[in-house]
Antibody, heavy 118, light 108 residues
Framework: EVQLVESGGGLVQPGGSLRLSCAAS????????MHWVRQATGKGLEWVSA???????YYPGSVKGRFTISRENAKNSLYLQMNSLRAGDTAVYYC????????????WGQGTTVTVSS | SYELTQPPSVSVSPGQTARITCSGD??????AYWYQQKPGQAPVLVIY???ERPSGIPERFSGSSSGTTVTLTISGVQAEDEADYYC???????????FGTGTKVTVL
């Protein structure tokens, strides 16, 4: 069964850091681009970052310079290092696998909640 | 920054057809994808590459594209189709992904 399981969420103070992890199973992890997507309570989906199979990384302006996506293929794991966290970063964070055709996301984890508050 | 615009809500009676539009300047160049999200659950891909349906997705879900607008059509809507729907694509360079504003489908 293809599966993604996120972990590492929690409560952090503004300006703090947090590292999210995503454990992949059931597919050849190293062969797929991977993404992080977040959703604030009652809001829409927001793409947060992507990493290619060669380790190339991409970020929207809202997190560029503060968030770092990485992968460890030997451990079938995806990571998101989040620094200088703000209240606006509070959300459920999902990891997602890019589909075989490229462009969409065909497998999603259940999400992990990040709360930035003092 | 690049944006994809969807109507906030669509209401439809059971058995009728729901159509959800998504507009964006780069859609003639980039494929669109559609996701269904029910409360408390992760999104599920229902359409990829504008009009292709993943295995396991009911045939009543279909997608189409025309110029700067893509459309998700749900034919013969069922109560279980009540959910939020998001389109997703990329900017003109294909580098940065973006999600639409989301549409809540209500089955009357």
């Amino acid at each position: 069964e293809v599966q993604l399981v996120e972990s590492g969420g929690g409560l952090v103070q503004p300006g703090g850091s947090l590292r999210l992890s995503c454990a992949a199973s059931g597919f050849t992890f190293s062969s797929y681009d991977m993404h992080w997507v977040r959703q604030a309570t009652g809001k829409g989906l927001e793409w947060v970052s992507a990493i290619g199979t060669a380790g190339d990384t991409y970020y929207p302006g809202s997190v560029k310079g503060r968030f770092t996506i990485s992968r460890e293929n030997a451990k079938n794991s995806l990571y998101l290092q989040m620094n200088s966290l703000r209240a606006g970063d509070t959300a459920v964070y999902y990891c997602a696998k890019e589909d075989t055709q490229g462009g969409g996301m065909d497998v999603w984890g259940q999400g992990t909640t990040v709360t930035v508050s003092s | 920054s690049y944006e994809l615009t969807q109507p906030p809500s669509v209401s439809v009676s059971p058995g009728q057809t729901a159509r959800i539009t998504c507009s964006g300047d780069a859609l003639p160049k980039q494929y669109a994808y559609w996701y269904q999200q029910k409360p408390g659950q992760a999104p599920v891909l229902v359409i990829y590459k504008d009009s292709e349906r993943p295995s396991g997705i009911p045939e009543r879900f279909s997608g189409s594209s025309s110029g700067t607008t893509v459309t998700l059509t749900i034919s013969g809507v069922q109560a279980e189709d009540e959910a939020d729907y998001y389109c997703q694509s990329a900017d003109s360079s294909g580098t940065y992904r973006v999600f639409g504003t989301g549409t809540k489908v209500t089955v009357l």
